[in-house]
């Protein structure tokens, strides 16, 4: 009996060992950040959905820094300063 159980539990182990980490695909769309708009453009508080966007949206900013349309958005003082204070700091792109 040990030693059925000694075997589970090391199959349990490896098994858990093994499980690969799933993570979910961000979609990249840029009007998902449009909760942010307001504290962008007038340098209020972002709101907690914008914050929890900026999270989501992270994998997409240094796309979003290539398009032009975007950038100037994106880019600016503001927009930077939203993303520090949700705690998203910029990626090096």
Known sequence: MKASSYIAVCALLVLLLAKAEVTMAVTC??????PCVS??????A?????????KEQKPCLCQYLKNPNLKKFVNSPNAR???NTCGTPFPKC
């Open 29 to 34: 769309n840029p009007t998902q950040l449009s």
């Open 39 to 44: 504290a962008i453009t007038s340098a209020s």
């Open 46 to 54: 972002p709101s907690t959905v914008c914050c929890s966007k900026i």
């Open 81 to 83: 300063k939203v993303a």
